[in-house]
T-cell receptor, first 112, second 117 residues
Framework: GNSVTQMEGPVTLSEEAFLTINCTYT??????LFWYVQYPGEGLQLLLK?????DKGSNKGFEATYRKETTSFHLEKGSVQVSDSAVYFC???????????FGTGTRLLVSP | DTGVSQDPRHKITKRGQNVTFRCDPI?????LYWYRQTLGQGPEFLTY????????KSRLLSDRFSAERPKGSFSTLEIQRTEQGDSAMYLC???????????????FGPGTRLTVL
């Protein structure tokens, strides 16, 4: 079946620290991979995506690389800000389209 | 472009009552999805439409749940005889799957939070 596993949170960092949130997946075929972010009181927003192996998605200083050999899509940012505090969801779409399968989410807390 | 909108944003109801939620997708998006999110979990797929056709339903969608998208624009999700276990955030997303494309991107609405007492 299709599933996504994320590191448990919360992840607590100081401002300007380096961020990694691990995400691994199980899927049949070649899924598309996504990171969504949910800020407090708001809906899910697409952060970045990658549709094939070795693709790198990037947005707002965040990056993730589609690694087929390790079935991973880890989220990274070189220098986090307080405003990055949110819940981050890794997701896959089994055929690139149709339904999304989400991980359980990782809460990030950034302190000044 | 206005985003995906959902109404109401919050709904409190008593067990056994029926509730209906509405989702208005981004204009011209041909796909519309419903998900459910419980506290501390990621969203779980319920069903989706391409235009007015309902193409897939999750096993999570019991007989008490029904979704429609009658004219291929807005959609409604109805829950009959609500139970306390139905309490959750109900999310709607829409996307534009272009002819011949191999992937689409889903854009989410703010959700409807349902509390069943």
């Amino acid at each position: 079946g299709n599933s996504v596993t994320q590191m448990e949170g919360p992840v607590t960092l100081s401002e300007e620290a380096f961020l990694t949130i691990n995400c691994t997946y199980t899927a049949t075929g070649y899924p598309s991979l996504f990171w969504y972010v949910q800020y407090p009181g708001e809906g899910l927003q697409l952060l970045l995506k990658a549709t094939k192996a070795d693709d790198k998605g990037s947005n707002k200083g965040f990056e993730a690389t589609y690694r087929k050999e390790t079935t991973s899509f880890h989220l990274e940012k070189g220098s986090v800000q307080v405003s990055d505090s949110a819940v981050y969801f890794c997701a896959l779409s089994p055929l690139g389209f149709q339904k999304l399968v989400f991980g359980t989410g990782t809460r990030l807390l950034v302190s000044p | 472009d206005t985003g995906v909108s959902q109404d109401p944003r919050h709904k409190i109801t008593k067990r056994g009552q029926n509730v209906t939620f509405r989702c208005d997708p981004i204009s011209e998006h041909n796909r519309l999805y419903w998900y459910r999110q419980t506290l501390g979990q990621g969203p779980e797929f319920l069903t989706y439409f391409q235009n007015e056709a309902q193409l897939e339903k999750s096993r999570l969608l019991s007989d008490r749940f029904s979704a429609e998208r009658p004219k291929g624009s807005f959609s409604t999700l109805e829950i009959q005889r609500t139970e306390q276990g139905d309490s959750a955030m109900y999310l709607c997303a829409s996307s534009l799957l272009k002819r011949g494309a191999l992937e689409d991107t889903q854009y989410f609405g703010p959700g409807t939070r349902l509390t069943v007492l």
